[in-house]
């Protein structure tokens, strides 16, 4: 999934498709997480240096402003550089190549008749719609192309198909005054602005928590804000800044404050296209990072904050103009650029060879161009290796197939590790001395279990845990969760759900004694307090669902939802957000915990636990448990 929400307990989504958050994230969350049966772990289709493996391409990152912690929490702004993407020049400040993690937009593109195919009748053209969030994208078909089983439209009008996701994208209403909504795996909503290819408008998580955009003129963004009282407010395009709305008052078309956590940015048009602009530096807290660019305008240095030479520095190989232009500067051309070598602060040098399965190629730099052969077709996309070299006297080879996954990485040492990607997500990891984990999944991508099987000869058994769903669902907010896991011993925990905001309710766990230990979880919903243009502070437009409270029992069943041992069973941990009383500001952050259980005397007791946090959300302080305190404010 994209989010995952913090102070809500939550387990695994089904699968790895889940979009929502390239805006980014991953949360630290109570209560019961099982990520040892999750599937396989994630293998990167680039190099640890950013070099595609299939395409030789080269993609950068970097954090530029946080604010009010991890998940939904808080914003957070992060740019990359993706050097074979032609991004439209209204993503980021028009600099070419560079898009950002705030930025979502739904794109449409036709599709092409096949051989042997009628042509769509009029009005009727069947299209290929693209939701991109964060950098990350979803994609569906509408329109007349058949589907067994499903009904399409003549859209955009009406819902889409989806075609390797669980998410779903609608167009509501007429087609000149409509807009999408996409709904991620996990129940995140997500509408965008009116118009066929609309940019987000807004964002709404299952526990509540909403992100909102605003735009000026140019459909570039000027604000981003949270229900939690944060903001990420954008200067036109050399100045971004995060501000904690619970303590400054700005609004969605504010300029940023003073003192506010701010990033700086610096152009200059491009060598090879002087139409584009380029990103030259990057400044925050006094500290530059700065970019120079060659050949077609790509990314060929990166300098960090008080360096001299290059962090990374890029060779590319240039592909040819298409020939059938007669223009000299085909930006479109150059998009495909390969990496074919590239060199660190160290001075240690990485090169790329690429190879591909065909025939009668006599460069394969120029396959990787997608450029055009004697009989101007376009050479069909087969498997590829690409070698890799280091000047240390190190190699490894990555095989890739038709569909640009990664299949099989030889290391270093020539040992080959082979991988197996489905349209849901990695399935199979088998490793160099015969192991293997294996996800298997039902047809909805659900993970039911992950097969681990040891190596040839080994004594050890193979584990094999057991995970459930539900066989119907029509919540996406619960949809893709577990009704019960069982372990490779056979033990078996059970959980069930908030239908509201998809949290944990109860996990109970497997039997010892005879009896199943349960943790009980219980939810509220508060509204963030944020500074009003007056002085004082107003309650936020809509709650969030955070967790209020959990119980469980030390040595006794639970019976409803209490323990057969009484009150001197149970221990009761409260959850305090802050004060609601509109007297001062409020982001929701955890401010303290207050436990009660019985003590060794036979007396039960209440400690709390508090912390505090600095202007942008980061914890600064925290007690240790104990008695007496009355409050953490």
């Given at each position: ?190 509408n965008f602005t009116t118009g066929a290819g609309g940019y987000i408008s807004n964002l709404t998580m299952p526990n509540g928590t909403r992100w909102d955009w605003t735009y000026g003129s140019d459909n570039r963004i000027k604000s ?275 239908p509201n905001h998809g949290g944990v309710l109860t996990a109970t766990g497997p039997a010892v004694n005879g009896i199943r230990s349960q943790k009980r979880y219980a939810y509220a919903q508060y509204y963030a307090w944020i500074r ?102």
């Open positions: 999934m994209f989010f995952s929400f913090g102070n809500l307990p939550m387990i695994f989504a089904k699968n790895g498709r889940c979009l929502a958050y390239a805006l980014l994230l991953s949360a630290s969350l109570a209560g019961p997480a099982y990520a040892q049966y999750a599937p396989p772990p994630p293998l990167s289709t680039s190099s640890p240096e950013g070099v595609n493996y299939r395409s030789g391409s080269y993609s950068y990152s970097d954090g530029d402003l946080a604010i009010g912690g991890s998940g939904g929490e808080g914003l957070s702004l992060t740019r990359t550089y993706m050097s074979a993407i032609d991004v439209p020049s209204d993503i980021f400040m028009g600099a070419r190549g560079w898009t950002h993690s705030l930025q979502g937009y739904v794109t449409a593109a036709p599709i092409p008749t096949g051989p042997g195919e009628d042509p769509p009748l009029p009005g009727r053209q069947p299209y290929v719609y693209t939701v991109t969030i964060g950098g990350r994208s979803a994609t569906f078909e509408g329109g007349s192309r058949y589907k067994p089983n499903v009904t399409t439209t003549g859209g955009p009008v009406g819902t889409y198909y989806p075609t390797s996701t669980p998410s779903t994208l609608v167009f509501n209403g007429t087609t000149g005054a409509g807009y999408y909504t996409f709904t991620d795996s996990d129940g995140t909503v997500v981003v804000i949270s229900n939690r009282g944060w903001a990420i407010l954008f200067n036109g395009y050399t100045t971004v800044c995060a501000v904690n709305m619970a303590s400054v008052y700005v609004n969605s078309t504010s300029s940023c404050p003073a003192n506010a956590q701010t990033v700086t940015y610096a152009y200059t048009p491009g060598s090879y296209n002087s139409a584009a602009n380029l990103l030259v530096s990057a400044t925050k807290a006094g500290a530059a990072t700065t970019y120079t660019y060659t050949g077609a305008d790509k990314l060929g240095c990166v300098k960090l904050p008080g360096q001299s030479v290059c962090a990374i520095q890029n060779t590319y190989f240039a592909c040819p103009n298409d020939p059938a232009n007669s223009y000299p500067i085909q930006p479109q051309a150059r998009l495909r650029d390969p990496v074919i070598s590239q060199t660190d602060a160290a001075s240690r040098t990485i090169t790329y060879a690429y190879a591909t399965n065909m025939q009668a190629i006599s460069n394969n730099n120029l396959y990787l161009c997608n450029s055009y052969n004697g009989d101007a077709n376009y050479w069909t996309v087969l498997d590829s290796n690409t070698h890799i070299t280091t000047n240390y006297g190190t190699a490894k080879d990555v095989l890739v197939d038709p569909s640009s996954s990664v299949a099989t990485i030889a290391d270093e040492l020539g040992r080959p590790f082979k991988i197996g990607i489905s349209s849901f997500g990695l399935d199979l990891v088998k490793f160099p001395e015969g192991n293997e984990d294996l996800a298997v999944r039902d047809q909805q991508g659900n993970v039911l279990g992950n097969k681990r099987t040891p190596k040839p000869g080994s004594s050890l058994p193979v584990l094999e845990p057991v995970i459930g769903y539900p066989a119907s669902c029509a919540n996406p907010k619960t949809c893709g969760k577990p009704e019960y896991v069982i372990d490779p011993a056979g033990n078996r925990t059970d959980f069930t759900y908030d009003n243009s007056g002085g004082g502070y107003s309650q936020a437009t809509t709650p969030v669902w955070l967790l209020a409270e959990e119980r469980s029992c030390r040595a006794t069943a639970t019976t409803g939802n209490a323990c057969a041992g009484g009150a001197a069973d149970e221990v009761v941990v409260g959850y305090d957000y802050g004060p609601a009383t509109g007297a001062i500001g409020n982001n929701l952050l955890l401010r303290g915990t207050l436990t009660t259980a019985q003590d060794a005397d036979g007396v039960i007791r209440s400690v709390r636990s508090c912390s505090g946090y600095d202007q942008e959300g980061n914890q600064i302080w925290t007690t240790s448990p104990r008695a007496g305190l009355t409050s953490c404010y």
